[in-house]
């Protein structure tokens, strides 16, 4: 399974922004799918999750109100649509795929995709 990250950038303080993760390869709705973001010098931290079978989603507190993950199952592409970003946003966001219902930890990950990088300015 390969995993390809896109629409990271640069964004203004309280501007928005939607990424993107395409799957490829051996496809299939028994995975769920996460965000997870890295700072610089920072451990990789939980960001979103989606089931592709039932659609449960879960969020960290730090991007309840302001993420949302979503699913294009034909498309094999799941999203995290982040909205009233800040500054503490600023990190490589990466995308992973897993198995559970909604897995928030690391080792629950397989799959890796490079990241994408989101820059959000003051």
Same mark, same amino acid.
């Given at each position: 399974?390969?995993?390809?990250?896109?629409?990271?950038?640069?964004?203004?303080?309280?501007?928005? %922004?939607? %990424?993107?993760?395409?799957?490829?390869?051996?496809?299939?709705?028994?995975?769920?799918?996460?965000?997870?973001?890295?700072?610089?010098?920072?451990?990789?931290?939980?960001?979103?999750?989606?089931? %592709?079978?039932?659609?449960?989603?879960?969020?960290?507190?730090?991007?309840?109100?302001?993420?949302?993950?979503?699913?294009?199952?034909?498309?094999?592409?799941?999203?995290?649509?982040?909205?009233? %970003?800040?500054?503490?946003?600023?990190?490589?966001?990466?995308?992973?795929? +897993?198995? +559970?219902?909604?897995?928030?930890?690391?080792?629950?990950?397989?799959?890796?995709?490079?990241?994408?990088?989101?820059?959000?300015?003051?």
């Amino acid at each position: 399974l390969q995993l390809v990250e896109s629409g990271g950038g640069l964004a203004q303080d309280g501007g928005s %922004l939607r %990424l993107s993760c395409a799957a490829s390869g051996r496809t299939t709705s028994t995975y769920a799918m996460g965000w997870f973001r890295q700072a610089p010098g920072k451990e990789r931290l939980f960001v979103a999750a989606i089931n %592709l079978s039932s659609g449960t989603t879960a969020i960290a507190d730090s991007a309840k109100g302001r993420f949302s993950i979503s699913r294009d199952s034909a498309k094999n592409t799941v999203y995290l649509r982040m909205n009233s %970003l800040n500054p503490e946003d600023t990190a490589v966001y990466y995308c992973a795929a +897993g198995y +559970g219902v909604v897995p928030t930890k690391v080792h629950e990950y397989v799959y890796w995709g490079q990241g994408t990088q989101v820059t959000v300015s003051s």
